[in-house]
């Protein structure tokens, strides 16, 4: 198993950065991709951005693609997503994931860490 615990949300105005930071613990040898997910209120949980462990490669999705950027320390076990030009929809709790080799259709998920961007 793996723990993940995010770190780094807050108030911030439009226009602002924030960096979120999640640290894993437990089986990271086994780690197969770490990411961010978010969800605002009333609405679904949706995908922000990936990260594959191995090679470093990302994918995002299309609402960040320009402002957002994940970034991973493994020697660390830290997953970051570093956050630009904040706009009042990227409110929301933002939850850290990170998949496993052994059976990559199974989520680890942190607690949550909220983002509020104020207009």
């Known amino acids: 198993q793996v723990q993940l615990v995010e770190s780094g949300g807050g108030l911030v105005q439009a226009g602002g950065s924030l960096r979120l930071s999640c640290a894993a613990s437990?089986?990271?040898?086994?780690?197969?991709?770490m990411g961010w997910f978010r969800q605002a209120p009333g609405k679904g949980r949706e995908f922000v951005a990936t990260i594959m462990w191995s090679d470093g490669s990302t994918n995002y999705a299309d609402s960040v693609k320009g402002r957002f950027t994940i970034s991973r320390d493994n020697a660390k076990n830290t997953v970051y997503l570093q956050m630009n030009s904040l706009k009042p929809e990227d409110t929301a709790v933002y939850y850290c994931?990170?998949?496993?080799?052994?059976?990559?259709?199974?989520?680890?998920w942190g607690r949550g860490t909220q983002v509020t961007v104020s207009s």
């Open positions: 437990g089986r990271t040898f086994s780690i197969y991709s």
């Open positions: 994931n990170a998949k496993l080799r052994r059976n990559t259709a199974f989520d680890y």
